[in-house]
């Protein structure tokens, strides 16, 4: 396997690539030309922070305050803290980002309306299941799209991936699997949210097509992989060509032939793991066990997703390093260019 280091750019707006900054977790700016999304924010990296539900409101604005475009929209894929906890600071905080719609389920908005903003509440928009296999427009500026741009997207439901399971214990076809916090917020919050208050909610892949005049890029945030024989809606129909797949490696363990069954129905270009902080670095504050499980088999999992990567398309697998900024330089920022 060759391993290169990512490549490190100065930002430029040419709609001729995808650059694909991750900043940890499931956090994903995804640029192309002048239109970008954000997935899942948050980098309040102190654990105790996170168990008390409070945003790092420096580390936010140090890390996307950075970011020289805003993004046209924030797409949550579930309410946990380590999906949402920074959204509202980056939303009202970062002074550029002053209407940055964000995209999310019916518990992520009443879970956001707790912090009691009414500017904050007007941009939150709750997503529905779409229709099987159908595109929906996302709205973006009329500068943007007189010049050719367009974003669209489908919000496939899922559930969550369990975070443990007992397949060991399995005894008369029965096994025991569980995820934290898998509550739904049936109404808004009256307070900021507590730790308690960021239950997953109802959970969503989401797949983006980017478009600029002849150029497209797909692109499927695989955050919460499920058995497609329960979930057949959670990924979108086959046949769409895929360029890129987030996938979501803590908890990998715990569904039952994902990756093999998800990427070989996906059938992406380019894999990218995600969600999974210590690919290079150890994170002191990274959780790698719940409740004494180990949270994923990290030397197995890569194994596994090489073992899939021989269908005809495929080009590569990335394993990502988190995007820094230093000065006018951007590093390690993922670089995908258009089908040939
Ligand atoms: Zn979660
Ligand atoms: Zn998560």
Same mark, same amino acid.
Request: glycine residues 6%; negative net charge.
């Given at each position: ?19 694909? %900054? ?5 956090? *994903?700016?995804?640029? #192309?030309?002048?239109?970008? $999304? !954000?997935? =899942?924010? +948050? ?109 669209? %997207? ?5 559930? *969550?991936?369990?975070? #443990?399971?007992?397949?060991? $214990? !399995?005894? =008369?076809? +029965? ?126 999992? !890569?194994? =596994? ?36």
């Amino acid at each position: 396997m060759e391993v290169k280091p990512s490549d490190t750019i100065r930002f430029d707006t040419n709609p001729d690539r995808l650059q694909i %900054y991750w900043f940890g977790t499931a956090s *994903h700016y995804i640029q #192309f030309g002048e239109i970008a $999304l !954000l997935t =899942d924010p +948050f980098v309040t990296a102190e654990l105790e922070k996170h168990r008390k539900a409070q945003s790092d409101q420096l580390e936010v604005k140090r890390t996307f305050g950075r970011l020289k475009q805003p993004p046209d929209a924030i797409f949550i894929g579930h309410s946990h803290g380590d999906h949402l906890l920074d959204a509202h600071t980056a939303m009202l905080k970062i002074s550029t980002w002053n209407q940055v719609p964000l995209y999310g389920s019916q518990s992520t908005q009443y879970i956001l309306m707790g912090h009691g903003n009414s500017d904050l509440n007007d941009r939150v928009k709750v997503v529905k299941s779409t229709p099987y296999g159908e595109w929906v427009p996302l709205p973006i500026s009329k500068q943007k799209s007189d010049k050719g741009y367009s974003i669209e %997207y489908m919000a496939l439901k899922t559930a *969550h991936t369990p975070h #443990f399971s007992f397949a060991p $214990l !399995l005894v =008369d076809n +029965f096994s025991f699997s569980g995820t934290l916090l898998d509550g739904i917020i049936d109404k808004p919050l009256s307070k900021p949210p507590t730790s308690m208050d960021y239950q997953s909610g109802e959970v969503y892949n989401f797949l983006f097509r980017f478009r600029h005049d002849n150029t497209e890029f797909i692109v499927m945030m695989l955050g919460s992989p499920m058995p497609l024989i329960d979930y057949p809606q959670s990924l979108p129909p086959q046949g769409i060509p895929i360029d890129v797949v987030f996938g979501l490696t803590a908890n990998a363990d715990n569904v039952n032939d994902y990756p093999k069954e998800q990427m070989e129905r996906l059938k992406p270009r380019v894999i990218i793991l995600s969600h999974f902080n210590n690919f290079f670095h150890k994170n002191a504050d990274e959780i790698l066990h719940i409740e004494g499980h180990p949270l994923v088999d990290i030397e197995q999992y !890569l194994l =596994d997703v090489q073992k899939i990567a021989d269908y005809p398309g495929f080009e590569k697998i990335i394993v990502p390093a988190i995007t820094e900024f230093d000065g006018d330089l951007i590093r390690n920022v993922i670089l995908i260019d258009s089908k040939k």
